[in-house]
């Protein structure tokens, strides 16, 4: 039986009922998209959908925890993103302030780490004071290991791992010849985190947005109408369900 049909079988929805047989993903990303057209169904502010998407992203990290998913990994912030008006850059980075400051108290809870993945330097220092602050708090935590995606690009990120290895090369400590696929894989912000098993996007766009490239080559990936904000445990279940009835192959027969 898979995830979802042994949890609608019970007809209950406590974590007591859940069955969770064997092929949990161990590590899904999110693209939390969609929160803009959400409030502006509701003829809200953007700002209003970015705040309710905080809620949604409580849900989850907590579905995650119950299901046993060992990595979540969301895209919060794309690099390209800076393109969008000033005014809701600013909100989006009290938001993430605030959210950082009101939220640790329940990762240490719940026993979550965290991890900021993504371009430390051009976010406001007290934003990356206050998640690297976390990320020294929950470093021990072992419950679920929760990176969130700010300031992220994939192609920077890639680039960056090629002037590391570039820089090797020149002072003789790297041959390029013996260069392998976990050099460059360890250059990345995600060193030390596998490759995402699943990759979720919400809001019904069919494309990657520079997250992961390198790391969602062999990821299943799920796409889905419901826009961020409204995206919550049930539909988090039913997508683990679908990720249940692929065949991963890695080119095998
Ligand atoms: C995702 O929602 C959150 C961020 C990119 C910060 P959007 O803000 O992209 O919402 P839509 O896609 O415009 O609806
Ligand atoms: C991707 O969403 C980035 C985040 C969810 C943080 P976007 O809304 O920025 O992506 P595009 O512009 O639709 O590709
Ligand atoms: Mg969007």
């Not at 849900?59 to 993103?81: C, F, H, K, P, R």
């Not at 993504?118 to 998640?131: F, H, I, N, T």
Request: glycine letters at 6%.
């Amino acid at each position: 039986m898979s995830l979802f049909s042994s949890i609608f079988a019970s007809k209950k929805n406590s974590s007591q009922d859940l069955i969770i047989n064997g092929n949990i993903p161990k590590h899904v990303a999110i693209i939390m998209d969609g929160n803009g057209r959400w409030a502006t169904k509701r003829h809200l502010p953007r700002s209003a959908g970015h705040r309710a998407g905080v809620e949604s992203l409580r849900e989850i990290i907590n579905a995650s925890i119950e299901i046993g998913v060992e990595y979540l990994t969301v895209y919060s912030l794309s690099s390209e993103n800076w393109k969008r008006p000033e005014s809701e850059i600013k909100f989006l980075m009290k938001l993430f302030l605030a959210t950082i400051k009101n939220e640790l108290r329940l990762l240490m809870e719940y026993g979550v780490r965290l991890r900021l993945v993504g371009d430390r330097k051009s976010l406001p220092p007290e934003v990356v004071e206050a998640y690297e602050e976390a990320e020294k708090k929950t470093s021990e935590n072992t419950k679920l290991n929760f990176n969130i995606a700010l300031n992220y690009g994939s192609r920077q990120e890639i680039l960056d791992a090629f002037k590391i290895l570039g820089k090797k090369i020149n002072s003789g400590e790297l041959n390029i010849e013996d260069i392998c696929i976990k050099d460059l894989s360890d250059n990345l912000y995600t060193k030390d985190i596998p490759d995402p098993d699943f990759l979720i996007r919400t809001s019904g766009e069919h494309r990657i947005s520079n997250f992961l490239l390198w790391q969602i080559s062999y990821s299943e990936l799920y796409f889905t109408k419901v826009l961020w904000p409204d995206f919550k445990r049930k539909h988090f279940i039913k997508a683990i369900d679908e990720y249940q009835k692929r065949n991963r192959r890695f080119g095998k027969l």
